[in-house]
Nanobody, 126 residues
């Protein structure tokens, strides 16, 4: 099991940028695929982005492709989500998730991730 703590959320205006961070502790971070999900009020938690344990594979939801970038620093046990050109519809609580794996399969479904952070709120005003 790995413990995850997100940070970097806040209130911004449309068009602004934010960088979220997720610090991991407890296990070998480089053995975990990592994902970012988000949940807006009254909606299901949805996939945003994922990165493989090596950083070599990345997936994005269509709604954020070209605007968001996921990255990781295994030496710092941290995964990042750089969010540019933010829109009001990006407003949500953003969660970091971890999946221990020895395979190259990179999950994109919520149920495939085992460990979750508490979330960080991102609010984008128009």
């Amino acid at each position: 099991q790995v413990q995850l703590v997100e940070s970097g959320g806040g209130l911004v205006q449309a068009g602004d940028s934010l960088r979220l961070s997720c610090a991991a502790s407890g296990q070998t971070f480089s053995s975990y695929h990592m994902g970012w999900f988000r949940q807006a009020p009254g909606k299901e938690r949805e996939f945003v982005a994922a990165i493989s344990w090596s950083g070599g594979v990345r997936y994005y939801a269509d709604s954020v492709k070209g605007r968001f970038t996921i990255s990781r620093d295994n030496a710092k046990n941290t995964v990042y989500l750089q969010m540019n050109s933010l829109k009001p519809e990006d407003t949500a609580n953003y969660y970091c998730a971890a999946k221990y794996s020895s395979s190259t399969y990179l999950p994109q479904l919520r149920k495939e991730y085992n460990d979750w952070g508490q979330g960080t709120q991102v609010t984008v005003s128009s």
